[in-house]
């Protein structure tokens, strides 16, 4: 299962950024080599077979390039605007996954994106973290899921 949500998530990120930034070079790799004091966490629900969320931990400078190449204007800070067009590339790859995931029976829907204070102290059957490196920054992505029987 867990081999199945990586490659679903590096599929549709990589995708997602062909697509939108012009970016076709990204790599993988494992979360002990991501340090950022300063991120954007956008939490994706997942409801289904699945249930739980996926979790995009964007540093700001990954945010702040990310928001320049969609809008064409300059940001100098995290702001609602900026928030807005990082959570809408997230639920746009989490709608993805859920895409690539329904191909392999695994039926899941993706609830509207939020912004999260991380709670470290729930328990989830499947968890699996990686990070994506791209030439505007690094992005990591948090799957913390439970199968729902």
């Known amino acids: ?35 950022c004091d300063d991120e954007v966490d956008i939490a994706i629900g997942i ?31 995290v702001d609602a605007f900026v928030t807005s067009a990082i959570s809408e590339i997230a639920n746009i790859i989490s709608g993805n996954v859920a895409t690539a995931l329904s191909d392999s029976d695994i039926k899941c829907d ?22 994506i490196s791209t030439t505007i920054g690094d992005i990591c992505l948090d799957v913390r899921l439970n199968k729902a029987f």
């Open 1 to 35: 299962m867990k081999d199945k949500l990586h490659k679903a998530l590096i599929d549709a990120t990589h995708n997602v950024f062909e697509l939108m930034f012009n970016i076709s070079e990204i790599s993988d790799h494992p979360t002990e080599d991501f340090e």
């Open 47 to 77: 409801v289904g077979d699945l249930e739980g969320e996926v979790i995009y931990r964007f540093p700001i400078s990954t945010s702040l390039n990310m928001v320049k190449i969609m809008s064409g204007m300059e940001f100098e800070e």
């Open 110 to 131: 993706i609830l509207p994106p939020m912004q999260l204070e991380l709670n470290e102290n729930k328990e989830y059957e499947i968890e699996t973290s990686r990070c």
